[in-house]
């Protein structure tokens, strides 16, 4: 069986998904920063079918050629190794930029770096319209609750995450300067936990984590537990990837230039989250508690009422549905890794 699916896997490489056709008035040139990476490449899939031109500047830090190699070859799009630290001179119509890694222990490993990633001088040289994927992190561990748009936040500007907090913090006010002073076209998208397929398998995370360590225990180890870190009642607020790049895509065609949430607003406590992935995979383990890390924000939720209002945008894929197509992915890169180390 795996054998078929490693064949399928090869001979739909030759193949391009259909895309739609495109006036030339009608089709963008567009650049996504970050575009080999767990949402970068989604929403590569959904700009190219929907017959743009697409151009992906990735350094690969945490992006993988595997999750745009479908594209490589196709008249429309365009791959750049490229380290968006440094300047790239192209014309493009708009900029997605959403290279930043996005996992506590990625954007840990080299905090210096996670703070220089910005690239808004791009922007203003070729005046595209610049999205500026921030994130739900701008509130830190917040006191309010639901968090909205003009809540300011309670960032620790002196610990582990403040290189990532604060680095979106100071690219927000980035943003909002250059349209201020350079007049640039600005999109800004407070990204809430997202989740799906594609999804870095070592990358540290909640969904990730939990999936493989369920997954891994049915058949490996029993070593292998979802670990709650802390008491386990902290929340978050998960949304499918398909979700965000709806809401990623009304927002850069808006015409709304403030910060926007985008998020699910489906909260659920660590510890139950925990139990609903065990219980989808089929996993008899116990869970394991940890000390709870540093700065944790005890609880998130996006208020979503701007985004509905503005961008007629809201969540449709529940979380169960979700979370299946995620271990299904799961799954198989399981199987696949297992082929490959055998071989
Ligand atoms: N978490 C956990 N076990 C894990 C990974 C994460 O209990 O193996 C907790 C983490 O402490 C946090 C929540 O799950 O409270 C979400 O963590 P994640 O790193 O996925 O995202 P973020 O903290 O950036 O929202």
């Not at 917040?142 to 960032?155: A, S």
């Amino acid at each position: 069986q795996l054998e078929e699916r490693i064949q399928a896997l090869e001979a739909s490489k030759t193949q391009y998904p259909e895309v739609t056709f495109l006036s030339y008035k009608d089709r963008k040139r567009i650049l996504v920063t970050g575009g080999a990476g767990f949402v970068g490449s989604h929403l590569v899939d959904r700009l190219m079918l929907q017959g743009h031109e697409v151009i992906v500047a990735d350094n690969f830090f945490t992006g993988r050629k595997r999750n745009i190699e479908h594209w490589i070859g196709h008249e429309n799009f365009e791959l750049i190794n490229h380290d968006i630290v440094n300047p790239l001179f192209i014309e493009v119509d708009q900029i997605y930029h959403l290279a930043s890694p996005a996992s506590p222990p990625h954007y840990m490993w080299n905090p210096v770096k996670t703070i220089k990633f910005f690239i808004l001088g791009l922007a203003r040289r070729v005046r595209a319209r610049f999205l500026f994927a921030s994130t739900s992190e701008v509130y830190g561990d917040p006191e309010v609750h639901p968090q909205k748009e003009t809540y300011f936040g309670n960032v620790n500007s002196f610990g582990p995450r403040a290189c990532y907090d604060e680095s979106k913090r100071v690219a927000e006010a980035m943003c909002y300067a250059y349209a201020k002073q350079e007049r640039i076209s600005i999109r800004i998208a407070r990204i809430f936990n997202t989740y799906g397929p594609r999804m870095h398998m070592n990358d540290g995370r909640v969904v990730s984590n939990f999936i493989l360590q369920s997954l891994q225990n049915e058949s490996i180890t029993v070593r292998n537990t979802p670990y709650i870190y802390g008491t386990g009642k902290q929340t978050r607020s998960f949304a499918y990837v398909s979700d965000l790049i709806d809401g990623l895509i009304s927002l850069m065609n808006s015409n709304y230039s403030s910060p926007v949430n985008i998020g699910n607003p489906d909260e659920y406590t660590i510890e139950q989250f925990a139990l609903i992935i065990k219980d989808l995979v089929g996993a008899n383990s116990s869970l394991a508690f940890k000390e709870a890390v540093t700065d944790d924000p005890q609880q998130r939720r996006p208020d979503i009422t701007l985004a509905k209002t503005l961008l007629n945008w809201q969540p449709r894929v529940k979380l169960i549905e979700g979370l299946n197509k995620t271990i299904a992915y799961f799954r198989n890169e399981l199987l696949v890794k297992h082929h490959s180390e055998r071989n």
